[in-house]
């Protein structure tokens, strides 16, 4: 499957960032493409400056508002992001048509962090614009929730994140949620680490990008993974788990193999799904996804249907009511690894918390407001008395 990736704010900048550098991989190691242009917008210049991987000229690297916001971003006001984008959305369209093999791609991903201001307003303009210039192609969206601290030192956070996922689930085809806070959970070495959060954010889209854009007829699986399956799974409210088991780097070249062989295998290949499906990109249930894909990544000596089968049980067990497709992709490495996608969410406790706890907080932002201007008044007026030097 191929992708146009357009980044919004840094965030979403530098997660495209990564992507760019996963396309760089798949070239270098797959001789395959699987993106067809990388793009980053920004009202900010310096963040457009600090990526690496996608092309520094202005055809890559967009820089919209620049008359109202000097190139400074527009600090947390997603309101602004979402009227410049309006204003310069043009730009984007004109960018990402001129992309090289344009025609060739499959869908978008539109990624940017929800609690900021230029990539949360603009993502959702811009997902808007492209679906309708781009009637034939799907529009993905790739929100990335806050951490927990952020949401406890500003209301912002949490008005923006529920703003603009309101607007991306009313717009996009699919809504991939990301939340920051999972990976700290995982491992809170990570905090202030953001390149190595964004490598694990993106590096899930590998193997399930590469699948289907094989042309050796040694990496075509017995159940090809195309972008067909992928379109098909994808609607809603989506979240990916990702998981990795180390194989032994030497095997003997002798010796049968015997059921013990196979069973390792099959263990090897329970062990990845748990740790996917235990590190998904958000919390969810998914018994509530209606939806579900899973890809099986090895080198073809280490799998087997026996191992596709016990996964495939094993997701049907947790996820009842989902349709489940699924695909094997036989290819080099030491390792085996899963990708899983559960879409079609019909509950998301955190989407549903901004919800509830937006119209709180502006309630409580308005009571603050009327209070300060209260205060400044009575300052005005005692200031009456006092004679004036103007
Ligand atoms: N995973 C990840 N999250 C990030 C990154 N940069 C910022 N964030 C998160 O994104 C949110 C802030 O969004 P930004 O992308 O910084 O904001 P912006 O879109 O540039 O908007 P303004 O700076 O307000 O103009 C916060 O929740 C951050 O934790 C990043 O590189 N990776
Ligand atoms: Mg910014």
């Known amino acids: 499957m191929k992708l146009v990736v357009v980044g919004f704010g840094q965030c979403g900048g530098r997660i495209a960032d990564e992507f760019s550098r996963l396309n760089a991989r798949a070239r270098f190691r797959r001789r395959i493409d699987i993106l067809v242009g990388t793009f980053a917008v920004n009202t900010d210049i310096a963040d457009l400056c600090s990526l690496s991987s996608i092309k520094s000229d202005y055809k890559h690297r967009l820089l919209i508002g620049n008359r109202q916001t000097g190139g400074h971003g527009v600090g947390k006001i997603n309101e602004l992001g979402a009227q410049i984008a309006r204003e310069d959305g043009d730009k984007v369209i004109d960018a990402v048509r001129s992309a ?197 990544s090895a080198p073809a000596k280490e799998m087997n249907m026996d191992m596709v089968k016990e996964l495939g049980d094993y997701l049907g067990e947790v996820a009842p009511k989902a349709i489940i497709r699924y695909g094997d992709y036989p290819r080099g490495g030491t390792t085996l690894t899963i990708t899983v996608i559960l879409s079609q969410l019909n509950s998301v406790g955190k989407v549903k918390h901004y919800y509830d706890e937006t119209p709180n907080l502006i309630q409580e932002k308005d009571r603050r407001q009327a209070e300060g201007e209260a205060k400044l008044k009575e300052l005005a007026d005692a200031s009456m008395k006092v004679p004036s030097l103007m």
């Open 100 to 296: 090289k093999r344009f025609y060739e791609a499959d869908a978008f991903l539109l990624i940017a962090g929800a609690a900021g201001g230029t990539g949360s307003g603009s993502m959702p303009i811009m997902a808007q614009t492209i679906k309708e210039r781009f009637k034939d192609k799907p529009v993905y969206t790739l929100a990335v929730l806050p951490f927990g601290h952020e949401e406890k030192t500003d209301a912002r956070t949490f008005y923006n994140s529920a703003t603009c996922l309101k607007a991306v689930d009313s717009i996009s085809d699919a809504v991939f949620l990301v939340d920051n806070q999972r990976f700290i959970e995982k491992d809170s070495s990570l905090i202030n680490n953001m390149t190595a959060i964004n490598r694990l954010i993106a590096e899930p889209f590998y193997d399930l990008l590469c699948a289907g854009e094989e042309k050796k007829a040694k990496h075509i699986g017995a159940r090809l993974l195309d972008a067909g399956d992928i379109i098909q799974t994808l609607a809603g409210w989506t979240v990916l788990g990702y998981g990795v088991s180390q194989l032994p780097m030497i095997r003997l070249p002798f010796g049968r193999p015997d059921f013990r062989k196979k069973s390792t295998e099959t263990h090897n290949g329970i062990q990845a799904l748990d740790q996917a499906m235990s590190n998904l990109s958000l919390t969810c249930n998914p018994n509530d996804s209606a939806s579900m894909l899973y890809l099986l």
